[in-house]
Every structure is written in C-alpha cells, then in structure tokens.
C-alpha cells in the first residue's frame, strides 16, 4: 500500500480521527493500529494514538501491504431460497459480508457458497459468481451466477433494469403521501469520506417508495430500486427527513434498537438466463425485524439511544 501524507490547516483533534476522517479507507482501529506500530508520524516523529494534532502538522502514514485476499470455502449455513445449474439465490442474513475485502477476509457469503459448490471460474477469485451486493446489515435476497452465461445475462438485466428488487424499511417519521420516488444523484460525501451523500454531478440514482403502515413515531415502506448505488435507499431516505430506524450512519442515535438500519431485500425477480423463464422470490423478514414491527403495531415504542 502506497504510503499517504496529510497536512493540517484548520482542524484539530485526535490524530487517529482526524486521520480516519480524511482516508476513506483506513478505519480509525487500522489507524490506532499504525500508530502503535509508529507507522504514522507527526513533523518525523512517532506519537501516540490521542495526540492531538495542529495546524502546521506534518502526517505521514506508512500503512503495510495488505495481505493478499482470497476466497476459501467455509462450512457456513446459507439460507438457499432457488437453485439450479445456472443460479443460485440466497437469503443473506444480518450481519453478514457479501465477498471478502479489507477487515473482513472470511466468513462472507462467498465463502459459504463456495464450500457449496464450485464457483471459481465464474468473475473473478474475490466475487465468483457475485452479481449485486446488498450491505452487511441489510438482510435479504441476492442471485449469484453459477454459470459464464447466467453471470453475463443476470448483469445485462440490471444494467438495463428489467430485474424486480424490493425492499422492506422502518423509518422514522410520517408520511404526508402515499408513495413517492427520490431522484437524487449519489457520490462519495465531500465532508465524510466514510459516507455516500447526494452530490450534485453524482451518480444517477432513483428510488420509488409506497408507504405500508404508519405508527407513532415510525412507517413501514417498501421500496423499488431503478438504480443500485451503494447505501441508496438509506442515502435517499435520509435525504427527505425519513432515515432508516437503527442505521448507525445515517440515521439518529436515538432509533429502534437492533442489529442496524431495518433494511430487507424482500423480493427479487429477474428472468432465467437459460430458459427466459420469468422467475420471482419473496423471503420474510429477520426475526428482530419482526418483533419491532409486532412492538409498533401494540403501540410499543422501544426507541432509545443506541449509539
């Protein structure tokens, strides 16, 4: 990893927030981590996670080569709604990472599908088979190819959005409409690089919401991506007033307790690379999703501070 430097103007603070702030890809633990080892220096010297940095400051970061990834089978229970020679679909649970990356090397879906069978020679070693992705603590339906020739039609139907996916949301706050859509482009924030913001000149991203049930303080929504960018309907969401109860980065610290933002592809529905056969697949919601909903609809309101 190329060695990266950084300095300050105007701000101040611990220099393993400051730094995580300006890096979208170093978390603050690689960061403390870097510190400790005195691969991060300040004017030439080495300093201790909570020095607190200056205007004039000097950072240089010299983070160490990444190991390299790969994807190995692991004896995990997947959840498998569909499946035939060509397809896979599974329901992803909460908590769980899509295909190996930087922090998170084992235990994704990849790695579960593959000790159930073969994918290497579909995409590529990190993502064989991988078509879309839907964020760790989103819960719900994705399809991953098993043959060249489903990899190649199911990416041509999302790129040409004839594919159906729905998902399930608690948000906060009422509703004046019934239904609506945010067009909104979408980029990496400018003032946090951890997080996607709407962005003027960004990327074209539109979602369509009809509103199920409304509570006290809370709605259930569903919603239909026209677009797949990352964190979208969370992004989209949050942009009108309404962000996703229990998202740690884009909603309130005060939400529905559980394990993130209540967020579940529910339905999915592409057409059969092979057969052309339109096919269509519903999974219910996880459990904690549930309870909330049951407490909602009794009146039960259990928001606290969760952050």
Request: a neutral charge; proline letters at 7%; glycine letters at 6%.
């Amino acid at each position: 990893m190329a060695t990266a430097s950084l300095t300050i103007t105007t701000e101040s603070g611990r220099i393993d927030k400051v730094v995580s702030a300006h890096f979208a890809d170093f978390t603050r633990s690689q960061v403390q981590n870097w510190l400790e080892a005195g691969r991060v220096t300040v004017n030439g010297k080495a300093v201790r996670p909570a020095y607190k940095v200056t205007t004039g400051d000097l950072i240089a970061i010299d983070p160490p080569e990444p190991e390299p990834l790969s994807a190995e089978p692991e004896d995990i229970p997947i959840d498998i709604v569909y499946e035939d020679d060509d397809v896979i679909v599974v329901n992803k649970p909460q908590g769980m990472v899509v295909h190996p990356a930087p922090g998170h090397p084992r235990g994704t879906l990849v790695n579960a599908i593959l000790y159930h069978c073969d994918l290497h020679a579909i995409n590529d070693v990190i993502r064989p088979g991988i078509v879309h992705r839907i964020d760790k603590d989103t819960s719900g339906l994705l399809m991953v190819a098993k043959s060249k020739l489903a990899l190649d039609s199911l990416s041509a139907q999302l790129k040409a959005k004839t594919n159906v996916r729905e998902y399930l949301a608690i948000v906060h706050g009422h509703f004046a409409e019934d239904h609506g859509t945010v067009d909104a482009p979408l980029a990496r924030s400018p003032r946090d690089r951890k997080k996607i913001a709407v962005v003027e000149g960004g990327r074209h991203a539109v979602t369509h919401f009809t509103v199920l049930e409304q509570f006290d303080h809370y709605s259930l929504i569903r919603c239909k991506l026209e677009t797949g960018r990352t964190h979208q309907i969370r992004v989209h969401m949050a942009s009108i007033n309404h962000p996703l109860a229990g998202d740690p980065l884009y909603g309130p610290s005060r939400t529905l307790p559980g394990n993130g933002q209540f967020l579940h592809a529910a339905t999915l529905g592409f057409k059969h690379p092979r057969t052309g056969k339109e096919l269509l697949f519903e999974a219910p919601v996880p459990a904690i999703f549930q309870e909330r909903l049951n407490e909602l609809r009794r009146g039960i309101d259990k928001t606290r501070k969760v952050k």
